[in-house]
């Protein structure tokens, strides 16, 4: 069965400073891998998922097979980027049904 | 348009009595998705909708727990003789149903609280 891990339940930084949220997963094969997002009062949504090798606010996160991690990351944290993080996973060539892990609540310092 | 809506918004109910949750998808969207979201537990898949194919129920914690999606469209997530460990926020989110990376979109979640 698959399995994601968020290592850090909480993460802080000072704003302009880098900022990484970890995640690995396992999973027999190669999973298709998604962070999600939820700001405070508002609901969960999609920042990035792998396969659109995208940059979204700045965030980028790079699929390493080998360590099956999956680590968000931004060089410049800003205030509004504190929230509540999720990655997650779903096996290819499914209906994209997610698992998650656990969660990181990040909180960026002026 | 409108995004994924649930109601009601906040439930609170005495252990033993059944509830019921409403899920109203995005127009158009075929795929359905229900997820729980507790301090124990994180983010759980509950049970998933796809068009008029038999729904997966895999996720769902109990027999307690029963879902039905009519016409296509709307679903409800029926908990039955609820126990404190129903408390949680759930969760649905609807997409377009044409693969497995489509973005799932969340409505802002039922919070269910089990006195």
């Known amino acids: 069965a698959q399995r994601v891990t968020q290592p850090e339940k909480l993460l802080s930084v000072f704003k302009g400073a880098p900022v990484e949220l970890k995640c690995n997963y396992s999973?027999?094969?190669?999973?298709?891998l998604f962070w999600y997002v939820q700001y405070s009062r508002q609901r969960l949504q999609l920042l990035l998922r792998h396969i659109s090798r995208e940059s979204i606010k700045g965030f980028t996160a790079d699929l390493n097979k080998g360590e099956t991690s999956f680590h968000l990351k931004k060089p410049f944290a800003q205030e509004e980027d504190s929230a509540m993080y999720y990655c997650a996973l779903t096996p290819p060539l499914s209906y994209g049904k997610l698992t998650f892990g656990q969660g990181t609540i990040l909180t960026v310092h002026p | 348009g409108a995004g994924v809506s649930q109601s009601p918004s906040n439930k609170v109910t005495e252990k033993g009595k059944d509830v019921e949750l409403r899920c109203d998808p995005i127009s158009g969207h075929t795929a359905l998705y229900w997820y729980r979201q507790s301090l124990g537990q994180g983010l759980e898949f509950l049970i998933y909708f796809q068009g008029n194919s038999a729904p997966d129920k895999s996720g769902l914690p109990s027999d307690r727990f029963s879902a039905e999606r009519t016409g296509g469209s709307v679903s409800t997530l029926t908990i039955q003789r609820t126990q404190q460990e129903d408390s949680a926020v759930y969760l649905c989110a609807s997409s377009s149903g044409q693969g497995t990376t489509d973005t799932q979109y969340f409505g802002p979640g039922t919070r269910l609280t089990v006195l």
């Open positions: 999973y027999s094969g190669s999973p298709e």
